[in-house]
Every structure is written in structure tokens, then in C-alpha cells.
């Protein structure tokens, strides 16, 4: 096991982001970016590759998440996720540095293998009758209000 100082690596980049990957790991399967985005900064693009998911964790600060032509603003403890085919952004919206944590892997075709498991336990003398798949929304917003 090796520790990562993910702060300080991060502070020792220009834009204050420190991606634990490949190099590190030395694995593909999973990756876990540290960064801060300072007021005034450009917003930064969120770009996971094809195929890749990633969940957004905020730290510290707020961020206003982007996405087509949504806006969302997200702060402390507050989580989000996005496909390789989304385009985000994020713009610091407060006083103080925004930091985040963004975790992420190869996608797992979550549906398709359900359809596959479904489609092994017919019998072969049954048709297979697939389910159209309807369009995911642009951009879904839900919070868990709960006092947990």
C-alpha cells in the first residue's frame, strides 16, 4: 500500500490539480483526480474519456456545474456524476477556493448486461422481446433532502 499526499501534490501544479492514475497505480481500470479551482479561474472542462464515468465530490468552496444548458450550483459534500458522452464544465462561484475530488473508471454497461442475464435464463424456444430504451435527459437534478 503507498499513501498519496493528494493536497500537496496538487499544490505543487501551476493549475492545482494532481491526477492519481496510470503512473501511479499502474492500472487503468480506475483513476481519482484532486483539484482546486481558485475565484476567477476559467471554468474547467470535464472530459471523461468514452466508455468512462466519474463522480464529482466537492470538498470545499461552491461550483456552478454546467452542462448544456443547465446551470447547478453544488457546494460542500454534495456529489454528482457524468458519462464520457456529457459535456461539463465548472466554474468557481464563490470567494474562496473550490476544491473537489473526481473519482473515475470504464463504464460498466450496466443495462446491457442485465438484457444479457435476462436473455440466458429464457429458453431457446422463446422469443426475446428487448425494451425500446428511452432518451436519458440532458441533465437530471435531485437532491436527497434527508437529515442523515
Not at 492514475?21 to 470535464?46: F, H, I, W
Not at 471523461?48 to 470545499?60: H, N
Not at 443547465?70 to 457546494?75: D, M, N
Amino acid at each position: 500500500m503507498k499513501i498519496f499526499r493528494l493536497p500537496q501534490l496538487a499544490e505543487a501544479n501551476e493549475d492545482g490539480t494532481y491526477v492519481l492514475g496510470l503512473e501511479d497505480l499502474k492500472s487503468g481500470a480506475v483513476y481519482m483526480t484532486y483539484s482546486r479551482l481558485r475565484p476567477g479561474d476559467p471554468p474547467r472542462r470535464l472530459a471523461p474519456q468514452d466508455g468512462s464515468e466519474e463522480i464529482i465530490f466537492i470538498i470545499k468552496g461552491g461550483l456552478i456545474v454546467k452542462s448544456g444548458r443547465t446551470a447547478v450550483p453544488v457546494g460542500p459534500g454534495e456529489a454528482f456524476h457524468i458519462k464520457g458522452t456529457d459535456d461539463t464544465s465548472l466554474e468557481n462561484s464563490g470567494s474562496e477556493d473550490a476544491v473537489y475530488i473526481v473519482a473515475g473508471g470504464g463504464a460498466v454497461p450496466a443495462v446491457d448486461a442485465v438484457k444479457e442475464e435476462a436473455r440466458e435464463r429464457v429458453p431457446s424456444n422463446q422469443a426475446f422481446e428487448a425494451v425500446p430504451e428511452e432518451a436519458e435527459p440532458e441533465f437530471i437534478i435531485t437532491r436527497d433532502n434527508s437529515s442523515e
